[in-house]
């Protein structure tokens, strides 16, 4: 059996909790090796609070020391809660910009997969993702799978993979969609968003070496056109009872299609489903 490290940052809200326990359903049977991360925000502070407080202990050290604290509490509580699975947990405290502070650990523990919460607020039909979600798609080069706020764990049976008009199949980086699809024994739907219903070339061909690549799953090929993305997709994973929706993310491209700007300055996105970032 293969161990698999899997980061888990958490800021001790229920959102990040609620994705902590996703993993725990997710991963059951596996070997795996669980970092559960917080960082606490340095640029929250001056420098000279940073230096002295009135007990001649550093906000530094106060704020890691509570961060130490309920770090222990949570895997305590993991540990009680998973009994008799092959996991193992590490707490980890950082102290730094967040996205730095999960590169360093990504390497440093050699990370396979990150599991995240939304990080913001659920509205009446969309999950608006916080900046700190955002940020981990666009710059930390590691799969990651987003949960959203509230999400119940259902075993995916029915997985989605998302191909943009400019994507074409690669077999780099599809182990964590591969890895579900046979755990699960999940069928696979297979949907390519375009702007027009012309096929090309070079889509006939990825169409031919995904039929050979997924030959043991149980999949199909969907394609929708001139739609929004973001609507294509909401749409297909109601009407298909789709369970987890996996896909590609390229700078520039899918990722500025795919999470579009609101009023509130923050990046939105109406996922109803866990999304699962897979990277090249």
Do not use: W
Request: net charge negative.
């Amino acid at each position: 059996m293969i161990m698999k490290n899997i980061l888990l940052p958490t800021d001790f809200s229920k959102n990040s909790r609620n994705a902590i326990s996703y993993a725990m359903e997710l991963f059951k049977n596996e070997l795996c090796t669980f970092y559960v991360l917080n960082v606490q925000k340095a640029t929250g502070y001056t420098t000279d609070d940073l230096i002295v407080s009135p007990a001649n202990r550093s906000i530094h050290q106060t704020v890691t020391s509570q961060s130490k604290e309920k770090l222990k509490m949570v895997i305590e509580a993991l540990e009680k809660e998973t009994i008799g699975e092959n996991y193992s947990f590490h707490p980890l405290t950082d102290y730094d910009v967040f996205t730095d502070a999960i590169k360093q650990t990504v390497t440093s523990k050699n990370i396979d997969l990150i599991v995240m919460g939304t990080n913001g607020a659920t509205g009446a039909k969309e999950v608006i993702f916080g900046s700190n979600t955002v940020n981990v798609i666009r710059y930390v080069e590691c799969p990651i799978l987003v949960i959203p706020q509230e999400y119940v764990f259902a075993t995916p049976k029915k997985i989605l993979y998302t191909l943009d008009d400019n994507d074409h199949f690669s077999t780099e980086g599809i182990i964590p969609l591969t890895d579900l699809l046979i755990k699960f024994k999940a069928s696979l739907k297979i949907l390519k968003i375009k702007e027009d219903d012309t096929i090309t070339v070079s889509e006939f061909d990825d169409k031919k070496q995904m039929n050979h690549f997924f030959k043991d799953v149980n999949h199909t090929f969907h394609m929708i056109t001139n739609v929004p993305i973001t609507l294509a997709i909401d749409s297909f994973v109601q009407i298909m009872g789709v369970d987890l929706n996996a896909l590609y993310v390229h700078k520039e491209t899918f990722l500025d299609r795919f999470f579009q700007r609101s009023d509130t300055s923050k990046l939105s996105y109406g996922t109803r489903v866990p999304l699962l970032i897979l990277r090249k």
